[in-house]
């Protein structure tokens, strides 16, 4: 199992970025996905997740309105669309399977994360 985020990079408070989280060795529509995030000195926290059960999306109050979630079967692709972004968005961004919440204690599997620096 193997999970392989890109996308990430430096940009401007107020414009938009792309991540992208590739899966091999298991299928992303079988399994709840999501985005987390680690900030400097901060815990890693849910940003946007998947259930696997209904497919409904979780997202943080923080990211509501501004960030969506996608993935595509085909391409065994996970994506996180960021628009309106903000200095305090600036973080890891880290692919994930999760198996319950929308919480770091729930996680199966890890990428290893793309850094995202928001400038102001």
């Known amino acids: 199992v193997q999970l392989v985020e890109s996308g990430g990079g430096l940009v401007q408070a107020g414009r938009s970025l792309r991540l992208s989280c590739t899966a091999s060795g298991f299928r992303l529509d079988y399994r709840g996905v999501g985005w987390f995030r680690q900030a400097p000195g901060k815990e890693r926290e849910g940003v946007l997740c998947?259930?696997?059960?209904?497919?409904?999306?979780y997202y943080a109050d923080s990211v509501k309105g501004r960030f969506t979630i996608s993935r595509d079967g085909a391409k065994n692709t996970l994506y996180l669309q960021m628009n309106s972004l903000k200095p305090e968005d600036t973080a890891v961004y880290y692919c994930?399977?999760?198996?319950?919440?929308?919480?770091?204690?729930?996680?199966?599997?890890w990428g290893k994360g793309t850094l995202v620096t928001v400038s102001s």
């Open positions: 994930a399977t999760v198996y319950d919440l929308c919480d770091p204690r729930y996680v199966d599997y």
């Open positions: 998947i259930s696997v059960s209904d497919g409904s999306a």
